[in-house]
């Protein structure tokens, strides 16, 4: 069962309850009993599997977590009595969270939800399919929600990583944002959109597990921030580069991004990129002639080094 609908058939449940007349007792010792099975058999199947103790005990901390929030979810419908059904009040905390509410109204939200907001969160966004809708909701310890356009996730950094690893492992795409507090998770939401983008568009690597990482990728996304302007910098920057063929531009550009990066001879360049050192030699002197005294000035040589470190990927794409 998914999370979300979990969190909604024990509100039900309360619901029922309150007006059947009855108390939560039932429930509670139900749940006491239901949880004492569930660690049974997390229990045996540690031993089974000859789990380390930390293991373990992050087992125990998410059952007994997920088996407060169903009672804190039926608590809440108990609470409704005979009052009109309210929808669920996760989304709604999910886009202030994301939104950047007032630290007031993200307490409210919090509390009707029964979801403590951490000190410390994690932004995950990824393609609202079918398949990543379904992970996410199945973590009940995680706000998950769409936009129209993106599936978002908001967790303590524990479990966002968890969800995005299932969220990659099933075939997605997923940008991920640092740990950041509640008051900055609207610019964590923003990067991590801005990530995503630039991995779809295929303007930075993606891992074979699918999750890309804000923290590793900053320098892209300042890059990237205006692709427009980036882009036209970039054609103004390296324009002797861009009369050339596809294929002698990419040579020449890759040839002139790792000189700067590296400042190697021709020799030492020539034993980096994997070519004769005549080769190197020829590249740079062409290189020499094309860019001039741009390449002594340090100012210009940087300004040229980001270029390309913008540019490359772009025309390797053109190649493909």
Same mark, same amino acid.
């Given at each position: 069962?998914?999370?979300?609908?979990? =969190?909604?058939?024990?509100?039900?449940?309360?619901?029922?309850?309150?007006?059947?007349?009855?108390?939560?007792?039932?429930?509670?010792?139900?749940?006491?009993?239901?949880?004492?099975?569930?660690?049974?058999?997390?229990?045996?199947?540690?031993? +089974?599997?000859?789990?380390?103790?930390? !293991?373990?005990?992050?087992?125990?901390?998410? /059952?007994?977590?997920?088996? +407060?929030? %169903?009672?804190?979810?039926?608590?809440?419908?108990?609470?409704?009595?005979?009052?009109?059904?309210?929808?669920?009040?996760? @989304?709604?905390?999910?886009?202030?969270?994301?939104?950047?509410?007032? @630290?007031?109204?993200?307490?409210?939200?919090?509390?009707?939800?029964?979801? #403590?907001?951490?000190?410390?969160?994690?932004?995950?966004?990824? /393609? @609202?399919?079918?398949?990543?809708? =379904?992970?996410?909701?199945?973590? @009940?310890?995680?706000?998950?929600?769409?936009?129209?356009?993106?599936?978002?996730?908001?967790?303590?950094?524990?479990?966002?990583?968890?969800?995005?690893?299932?969220?990659?492992?099933?075939?997605?795409? !997923?940008?991920?944002?640092? &740990?950041?507090?509640?008051?900055?998770?609207?610019?964590?939401?923003?990067?991590?959109?801005?990530?995503? &983008? %630039?991995?779809?568009?295929?303007?930075?690597?993606? #891992? =074979?597990?699918?999750?890309?990482?804000?923290?590793?990728?900053?320098?892209?996304?300042?890059?990237?921030?205006?692709?427009?302007?980036?882009?036209?910098?970039?054609?103004?920057?390296?324009?002797?580069?861009?009369?050339?063929?596809? $294929?002698?531009?990419?040579?020449?550009?890759?040839?002139?991004?790792?000189?700067?990066?590296?400042?190697?001879?021709?020799?030492?360049?020539?034993?980096? %990129?994997? !070519?004769?050192?005549?080769?190197?030699?020829?590249?740079?002197?062409?290189?020499?002639?094309?860019?001039?005294?741009?390449?002594?000035?340090? $100012?210009?040589?940087? =300004?040229?080094?980001?270029?390309?470190?913008?540019?490359?990927?772009?025309?390797?794409? +053109?190649?493909?």
């Amino acid at each position: 069962m998914r999370g979300h609908d979990a =969190a909604a058939l024990f509100r039900d449940l309360g619901l029922l309850e309150a007006r059947a007349g009855h108390d939560l007792d039932a429930m509670r010792a139900a749940h006491q009993i239901a949880t004492q099975e569930a660690w049974t058999e997390f229990r045996d199947a540690a031993t +089974e599997l000859d789990l380390g103790q930390d !293991v373990v005990g992050q087992l125990a901390q998410t /059952l007994l977590a997920f088996q +407060e929030q %169903l009672l804190q979810q039926a608590s809440l419908g108990f609470s409704a009595g005979d009052r009109p059904r309210h929808p669920d009040p996760r @989304p709604a905390l999910l886009t202030a969270v994301v939104g950047g509410e007032s @630290p007031r109204r993200l307490a409210l939200l919090s509390r009707a939800a029964a979801w #403590p907001i951490p000190e410390q969160l994690v932004v995950a966004v990824s /393609l @609202p399919t079918e398949r990543a809708r =379904a992970i996410a909701q199945a973590h @009940p310890m995680a706000l998950s929600g769409t936009d129209g356009r993106h599936l978002l996730v908001a967790a303590e950094p524990e479990v966002a990583a968890h969800v995005a690893a299932a969220l990659g492992s099933g075939g997605a795409v !997923v940008a991920v944002s640092g &740990r950041v507090t509640t008051a900055d998770a609207h610019h964590a939401s923003r990067w991590a959109l801005r990530l995503l &983008r %630039l991995a779809l568009d295929e303007k930075i690597p993606v #891992p =074979a597990d699918g999750v890309v990482h804000v923290d590793q990728h900053q320098l892209d996304l300042s890059l990237h921030a205006d692709p427009v302007l980036r882009e036209r910098i970039d054609h103004e920057m390296l324009a002797p580069l861009t009369l050339e063929t596809a $294929k002698r531009r990419a040579i020449l550009g890759e040839t002139m991004m790792v000189w700067l990066q590296t400042g190697d001879s021709a020799a030492a360049l020539a034993d980096r %990129l994997g !070519v004769h050192h005549q080769t190197a030699y020829g590249r740079l002197r062409k290189l020499r002639f094309m860019f001039r005294d741009r390449l002594d000035d340090p $100012k210009q040589a940087a =300004a040229l080094l980001t270029a390309l470190e913008s540019a490359m990927p772009r025309w390797r794409r +053109e190649l493909d």
